[in-house]
């Protein structure tokens, strides 16, 4: 008699989502312990000028002078511990299934492309030069889209508070996202907090991250069937 003997794989470390962790925990706190004047020059030198990239040739300018990085160093820098421990929750929650599925390098491309686009459309947006975008809420936006894009028929566990009791109840991905980005969409323009979140940045990763998981679908597909034996 014989049996056939599953295939010996080793197993596959996710290192993006912990990098990622890792590095945004450190820009913030180095951020936090550094004097005042010196954390203010990192913001001012780091952060995404807004309305610094609203035409060709401030455009062009940015990318001969090294400037258009800064839509990238924006992403690890934070204002204070709310914004950072929103992002990280978030991070977590979706990017731990999205880069199972997608894989660390394309899960790492995603986030940085995903929040640099985020911050380019933010700037463009709000066109004051005397404002910064920083934050990798445009990043996390991104991994929201590619989550839903991948898994459109996944539920999500939401507590839901019932008088003095809390339920723990589980709704569908599509509607809890679309109520976060009909949100997100409302608050552009409304809001406590208007004018000091950069909103657009939040749709734009969104729609970006959308986009990437479905143009890259087919490239996942095979990932899954290989990592299934199939």
């Not at 309305?51 to 690890?76: K, P, T």
């Not at 950072?84 to 991070?91: A, H, I, M, R």
């Not at 009909?182 to 970006?208: C, E, K």
Request: hydrophobic share 60%; aromatic share 14%.
């Amino acid at each position: 008699m014989f049996v056939a003997l599953p295939p010996r794989r080793k197993p596959v470390i996710r290192w993006a989502t912990p990098l990622l962790f890792a590095v945004l925990w450190a820009c913030f706190i180095s951020l936090q312990v550094a004097p005042e004047a010196v954390e203010r020059r990192w913001i001012t030198e780091w952060g995404a000028l807004s309305g610094g990239l609203a035409s060709l040739d401030a455009w062009s300018q940015a990318w001969h002078d090294g400037s258009a990085l800064r839509l990238f160093s924006a992403l690890f820098l934070h204002a204070d511990w709310a914004h950072l421990l929103g992002n990280l929750v978030f991070l977590l929650i979706f990017g731990v299934p999205a880069e199972r599925a997608m894989g660390s390098r394309r899960f790492l491309a995603l986030f940085l492309l995903g929040g640099a686009f985020a911050n380019l459309v933010a700037v463009i947006i709000i066109g004051t030069p005397d404002r910064l975008v920083i934050g990798a809420s445009g990043a996390v936006s991104a991994l929201i889209g590619a989550y839903l894009a991948l898994f459109p028929r996944t539920k999500l566990g939401v507590v839901v508070p019932l008088g003095l009791f809390l339920q723990f109840v589980k709704v569908p991905a599509p509607l809890l996202i679309g109520v976060w980005a009909a949100l997100q969409l409302v608050f552009t323009y409304i809001g406590p907090a208007f004018g000091a979140v950069a909103w657009s940045a939040h749709l734009a990763g969104f729609a970006f991250g959308g986009v990437f998981a479905l143009i890259t679908r087919a490239g996942i597909a095979r990932r899954l069937r290989r990592q299934r034996g199939f």
